[in-house]
Each structure stands twice: as structure tokens, then as C-alpha cells.
């Protein structure tokens, strides 16, 4: 009984993990950005970036 109650705490342990871990990954608004996606997806979906040539953007809504 004990082990199988290790093995289920230890299971909500890494799911928690899987989920705390998915929600962390986007970038929020106002902060550095790239197009491509390659530093990270912005909260709002959006990597502005005023000049094609610009290395960066900026998260931000349309």
C-alpha cells in the first residue's frame, strides 16, 4: 500500500510539472521578441517587428 501510494504522488508530482512547466513558455507583451519564434511565442501571438531588417521585435496585441 505504500509503495502504490509513492507511485501516485510521484505521479501528480510530474503532471503538475508537465503543466506549470506549459503555461511559463510564452513571452508576455512588451518584451523582446522574434518573428520566428526561435527565443520563445508571445502570450498574445503577435512579434511586431517595424523593420524587416530589425534582428527583434516586441510581443505585443494587433
Not at 23 to 38: A, F, H, L
Not at 40 to 57: A, L, M, T, V
Amino acid at each position: 500500500m505504500h509503495k502504490l501510494f509513492v507511485i501516485f504522488v510521484l505521479a501528480i508530482i510530474t503532471i503538475s510539472m508537465v503543466f506549470l512547466q506549459a503555461d511559463g513558455v510564452c513571452i508576455s507583451n512588451w518584451t523582446k521578441c522574434k518573428p520566428d519564434g526561435s527565443i520563445g511565442n508571445c502570450c498574445s501571438g503577435y512579434c511586431f517587428q517595424e523593420k524587416p531588417d530589425w534582428e527583434y521585435g516586441i510581443c505585443k496585441n494587433r
